[in-house]
């Protein structure tokens, strides 16, 4: 019933930018806490981005200054803009939605890769 379906991934050279759009759906997104995750392969799932129902931001260190999360709670969608794409940026980025009375809920993920 709860869906996230993540989009916007792709190749881009080091030094680009790329938008993530998450789309939700079967929960009340306007109390929810939205986040984006990203894992390489052999890695663990960090944190990137993630954004309160108030819409107040926090970012991992690595991300300061070059990505920007956001939402729409007319459209139910949370974005990442992200700038100055560096290689080690590449993974695949999961969408969260967080509530600690409903739970934790997750997107299958869309690929980015930062390449020459």
């Known amino acids: 019933q709860v869906q996230l379906v993540e989009s916007g991934g792709g190749l881009v050279h080091p030094g680009g930018s790329l938008r993530l759009s998450c789309a939700a759906s079967?929960?009340?997104?306007?109390?929810?806490?939205m986040g984006w995750y990203r894992q390489a392969p052999g890695s663990q799932r960090d944190m990137v981005a993630s954004?309160?129902?108030?819409?107040?931001?926090n970012y991992e260190d690595s991300v300061k200054g070059r990505f920007t999360i956001s939402r729409d709670n007319a459209k139910n969608t949370v974005y990442l803009q992200m700038n100055s794409l560096k290689p080690e940026d590449s993974a695949v980025y999961y969408c969260n939605s967080y509530h600690p009375w409903y739970g934790t809920f997750w997107g299958k993920g869309t690929l980015v890769t930062v390449s020459n």
């Open positions: 079967g929960i009340i997104f306007d109390i929810n806490t």
């Open positions: 954004i309160s129902n108030s819409g107040s931001p």
